[in-house]
């Protein structure tokens, strides 16, 4: 079997040699190089050719989010996968963002290390428990948000305003004056979006707004 080349990128050489130490212990893993910043990493994956790139993300001169990013533009054939003390929530997102295909914490022991690096260059996703179920739960919230998106985006701007006096309790003749529209207006506008959203009065109307965002 083909050795899997590994490059490693961390700002602290005491780590990058420890870690290219233990690494090198193992047959399945060739460590290619190691380098100090985002920029050094770029210049290093051209000349190098790494199958995956072990990137930590507080980085000098051009941070691991960054080159994370430019490094799946160069060469969308290399994984990266972050491997970092940070567990900000912001900063996962950033970096599964910028195109990373997994998110380890430096506290990893060295198996589960090697196994994320063997994954990655399957094209697997590897990922921390912790940050794992983080990911779960944006995705859900994702999910979740998108049924409300679609709906939202079948209502013109103005039938989004009529809704949102409508779940405030306006009759159709408060509705008209506030938006400078004719009664009659106002009632076409209820109808389409009775009809829209698939309610049956303007009760359920002011409910739906509600569950939309809208009040």
């Known amino acids: 079997m083909t050795a899997v080349r590994v490059l490693l990128v961390d700002d602290q050489s005491l780590f990058r040699a420890g870690l290219r130490t233990l690494l090198s212990t193992r047959a399945e893993l060739e460590v290619v190089g190691g380098a100090e910043n985002g920029q050094a990493a770029l210049e290093l994956a051209a000349a190098t050719r790494p199958d995956v790139v072990l990137m930590d993300l507080k980085l000098p001169v051009l941070d691991g989010v960054a080159a994370t990013r430019r490094l799946r533009v160069q060469h969308p054939d290399i994984r990266i996968v972050a491997l970092t003390t940070f567990e900000d929530d912001e900063l996962?997102?950033?970096?599964?963002?910028?195109?990373?295909?997994?998110?380890?914490?430096?506290?990893?022991?060295?198996?589960?290390?090697?196994?994320?690096?063997?994954?990655?260059?399957?094209?697997?996703?590897?990922?921390?428990?912790?940050?794992?179920?983080?990911?779960?739960?944006?995705?859900?919230?994702?999910?979740?948000?998108?049924?409300?998106?679609?709906?939202?985006?079948?209502?013109?701007?103005?039938?989004?305003?009529?809704?949102?006096?409508?779940?405030?309790?306006?009759?159709?003749?408060?509705?008209?004056?506030?938006?400078?529209?004719?009664e009659g207006t106002v009632k076409n506008h209820v109808t389409s979006i009775l009809d829209k959203l698939e309610v049956g009065d303007r009760t359920q109307a002011a409910l739906r707004a509600r569950e939309l965002g809208l009040t």
């Open 92 to 182: 996962v997102f950033e970096c599964l963002r910028a195109g990373a295909v997994g998110y380890l914490l430096k506290d990893a022991p060295i198996d589960r290390l090697v196994e994320a690096v063997l994954a990655a260059a399957r094209g697997e996703s590897v990922l921390q428990p912790s940050v794992a179920s983080k990911v779960l739960a944006e995705l859900s919230r994702l999910a979740s948000a998108a049924p409300a998106a679609n709906e939202l985006s079948k209502l013109s701007e103005r039938e989004r305003d009529v809704l949102r006096l409508i779940a405030r309790g306006a009759s159709n003749k408060e509705i008209a004056a506030a938006l400078f529209l004719a």
